[in-house]
């Protein structure tokens, strides 16, 4: 019985290490910087296969948790939100395909040994593209990135082309200014505007201060800013205000360039009018001072006396 006992614990242990804060299977010497090692060279490991909602239900997943979703056909692990380790939908550059992995290397998908990696150096805080063999991606003509198979940004050459909004919660600097799309051959249906001394009018500019406590996701700083309300600009030009996924509104302060340059010319065409009845009340007057003259009245003079 002693020796049954033996044998039967000698074959639980066979393939299996016991140190003192590490376990090894399938190796008797387990690495010491890991808790556990694994070692096979025909099986794998299986986490947890479970599907989005079972996934979506875990409650209070802890950081690095990981699952495989098989409604995604993805893995996932957890940081604060669900990370896909999956590829994406749409190709990067050059028939690569990006992934969602925060990890270092993006395979590529053209069956070749060809690659590249996200180089992140945390200790410099420089982040970038380098080739496999570290050496910089000087050959890449052009990026992409795609989100649910539509693409969201583009570099190519020194222009960046982004597939949506751009929202931001610093300042944007640039040396040579901002460009809007303005050929004529993209537009139609050209309607002149008028009016818009009287609607600009009716703007209040003022000076304030950001809600830095009650929204500190949008990363406001604590300096006088001046600027409108939306929302009474909204009631006049709506054309201009745009409301994003919260119910929040913003201005795009540059359409209102055209809407100041019609006021300008409306002031100018009324101070020209102004110019021009003036002038002809003037010649008036010395039309009318003339003929009192041309009778021996001489206005002036009597002005003068009084």
């Not at 249906?189 to 003022?206: C, K, R």
């Not at 950001?210 to 709506?238: L, M």
């Not at 809407?259 to 101070?271: F, G, P």
Request: hydrophobic share 35%; charged share 20%; proline share 4%.
């Amino acid at each position: 019985m002693k020796k049954l006992l033996l044998s039967s614990i000698a074959m639980l242990c066979m393939g299996y290490s016991f140190g003192q804060d590490n376990v090894g299977i399938g190796t008797t010497t387990p690495d010491q910087s890991a808790i556990l090692d694994l070692a096979a060279t025909d099986k794998g490991f299986l986490v947890p296969r479970i599907t989005q909602a079972e996934r979506l239900n875990i409650l209070n997943p802890a950081r690095g948790l990981m699952v495989y979703d098989i409604d995604a056909d993805c893995f996932y692990y957890f940081s604060n939100i669900w990370v896909p380790l999956c590829q994406s939908n749409g190709p990067l550059s050059g028939g690569l395909t990006a992934t969602s992995m925060t990890c270092n290397q993006m395979p590529p998908n053209n069956g070749s040994n060809a690659g590249f990696t996200f180089d992140n150096d945390h200790d410099s805080g420089l982040f970038g593209l380098r080739q496999d063999n570290n050496t910089p991606l000087t050959t890449m003509t052009e990026l992409r990135m795609y989100l649910n198979g539509s693409e969201k940004m583009r570099v190519t050459g020194n222009r960046v082309h982004f597939g949506g909004d751009v929202y931001s919660t610093g300042t944007f600097t640039t040396a040579t200014g901002f460009q809007n799309c303005s050929d004529v051959r993209f537009k139609k249906d050209f309607t002149p505007i008028t009016s818009a001394l009287t609607g600009i009018g009716q703007i209040e500019a003022y000076t304030y201060y950001w809600k830095q406590d009650e929204f500190p996701a949008y990363g406001f700083n604590n300096s006088k800013q001046i600027g409108f309300k939306a929302q009474e600009i909204q009631k006049i030009y709506p054309e201009v205000v745009s409301t994003d996924t919260n119910g929040y509104l913003s201005v795009d302060y540059g359409k209102l360039t055209p809407i100041l340059l019609v006021a300008i010319k409306e002031l100018n065409d009324k101070l020209n009018t102004l110019q021009n009845d003036n002038a002809a009340l003037k010649a008036k007057v010395e039309s009318i001072d003339k003929g009192l003259k041309a009778n021996g009245i001489d206005v002036d003079s009597k002005a003068q006396n009084k």
